[in-house]
Each structure stands twice: as structure tokens, then as C-alpha cells.
């Protein structure tokens, strides 16, 4: 392990997205269960700063959802964002902290992969420029690939949020080769995105048993985390669901701190 990589280690910041709190609320209509509750009930509970998407199609978080939280949140709102002019329009409506751009797909039942950023370097690179000059920091929700990380530097975003849905899925299925693989590119993929001055971020399909590997990585900064946590609040209560990831999360950067630390007095 290289001493250079891991010193100085950042405390790691959980963002709870509640979208999928307002998937069951629009399954039945009217206002219960509410985001805004959720929320509050989340950074009651350790969360550093709250999700949520707005999607082009509405499927679950509304226009009157992000009004709400802007006015009411204790804590940054990250605004997860399509690259189109009528997001554009609403982010510099409201200014939330962040504004995370992800693809988006109207058949998707969820977001399947990172934002081509190298791709469509065109478009987005005004479109951040824009948001940046609002004062909104802006993410790039991509793969953990070398050239989506050097574009999201070249388009002026601030930060990349590494999609992680790839390494669940493996240690999910238990397909470990294909577990190890991912995780390497995460590791790699976040050495080079903070190399690039960016500030590193990961989520997409995190639970309990695959989050320590990732908040073991140094150099990622901030973790969000939703679907899951949304999901086994059906079990414990929200509070309880997210307060033991964010256990799960500073124990293991709490270790990592004591490796560096330890290889730091044997001047490693």
C-alpha cells in the first residue's frame, strides 16, 4: 500500500437520496408518504446531504418536491439532472448546492450506467458553465472509465460521482472475478479523478455487505445512497436503516485512518 495515496484521509459524507420515498407516495397519490419527512428523519440520523432526482417524465420526484426541500433542508441539496434546457432552467431556478447530470432514458426502470461525457463534450460543457457560474457545484454521474473521467475535467465539472451499479451487481450475483475487476477499476478510476483535481464521489445499488470496499477508497470523498436504505426502512424505520450505514461507513474510514497512520510511523 502507498503511503502517498491514503494519507490525510477526508471523513467520507453519506448523501440518502428519497426518490423512491416519493415512488410510494405516487403509487397511490396524494402527499404520504413525504420526501421532505424522509429527509429530515435521514439527517436526523447522519446524513450529510440529501438526493433527489428529477426526472423529465415526473415518475417520482415533482417540481413542488424541489421547492420544498430547498426551502426546508438543514443541509445541501443535490439535484440529480438531465442534460436538457428545461433542467438547466429549474436548477438556476432554485440553486441547489449540486447538480449531479446522469443519463436518462424513459423505458429505464433506474439509471443504467455513467453519463458519455466525452461524447457529447458539445452540449455539456456550456450547460456546466452555466450552472457553475450560478454558483451550483457540478458532478458527472459515469463509469469509472479513464476517458469519461478526463472529459468530466475538460467540461469543467467539479466533481464525478463513479457509478458503482457494475461492482453491486457482481457481489450481488457472487461472481467474484467480475467483483474484483470492478472494484479495481473504482480504486483506479478515483486515484486518477482526484489526480485530475476532481473531488470523487460513488453510488448505485450500495448496500450494507458491498459499501465498506468502497468507503474504503481514500480518495472518495461523499457516497449516495437511496434505493436500499429507502427499502429496508420498510423493515427498521428509516432512521435505523440509514444511522447503520453510516456506522458501516466511518468504521471503515476510521480503519483506513489507522492504516495510514500506522504506515506513516513506520515511514512506509
Known amino acids: 500500500m ?3 495515496r491514503i494519507a490525510g ?3 467520507i459524507l453519506l448523501g440518502i437520496n428519497i426518490d423512491h420515498v416519493a415512488t410510494l407516495r405516487d403509487a397511490r397519490g396524494g402527499g ?7 429527509a429530515m428523519v435521514a439527517i436526523e440520523a447522519g446524513a450529510d446531504n440529501i438526493t433527489a432526482h428529477l426526472r423529465e417524465d415526473r415518475r417520482h420526484i415533482r417540481d413542488a418536491d424541489i421547492e420544498r426541500l430547498m426551502a426546508a433542508l438543514t443541509v445541501p441539496l443535490n439535484m440529480e439532472m438531465a442534460v436538457t434546457q428545461e433542467m438547466l432552467a429549474i436548477a438556476l431556478k432554485h440553486r441547489p448546492h449540486a447538480c449531479c447530470l446522469v443519463p436518462e432514458r424513459r423505458e429505464e426502470l433506474t ?6 461525457v466525452s461524447a457529447q463534450m458539445a452540449a455539456i460543457t456550456p450547460f456546466v458553465a452555466e450552472l457553475r457560474a450560478a454558483g451550483i457545484q457540478v458532478a458527472m454521474f459515469i463509469d469509472p472509465d479513464p476517458e469519461q473521467i478526463r472529459a468530466s475535467r475538460k467540461a469543467g465539472a467539479d466533481a464525478v460521482e463513479l457509478h458503482t451499479g457494475t461492482y453491486c451487481e457482481a457481489a450481488l450475483g457472487g461472481d467474484s472475478i467480475t467483483l474484483q475487476r470492478e472494484l479495481k477499476r473504482l480504486v483506479e478510476g478515483a486515484r486518477l479523478a482526484a489526480r485530475e483535481g476532481l473531488e470523487v464521489h460513488a453510488g448505485h445499488g450500495l448496500d450494507y455487505e458491498n459499501v465498506a470496499a468502497v468507503a474504503a477508497i481514500p480518495q472518495i470523498v461523499e457516497l449516495n445512497i437511496g434505493h436500499y436504505l429507502v427499502g429496508e426502512a420498510l423493515f427498521v424505520g428509516l432512521g435505523e436503516s440509514v444511522a447503520r450505514m453510516r456506522d458501516i461507513m466511518d468504521v ?6 489507522d492504516t495510514a497512520n500506522e504506515l506513516r510511523a513506520r515511514g512506509a
Open 2 to 4: 502507498n503511503i502517498d
Open 9 to 11: 484521509v477526508a471523513p
Open 111 to 116: 439509471t443504467e450506467g455513467g453519463l458519455d
Open 252 to 257: 471503515t474510514r476510521a480503519e483506513v485512518q
Open 32 to 38: 404520504h408518504p413525504d420526501p421532505l419527512r424522509a
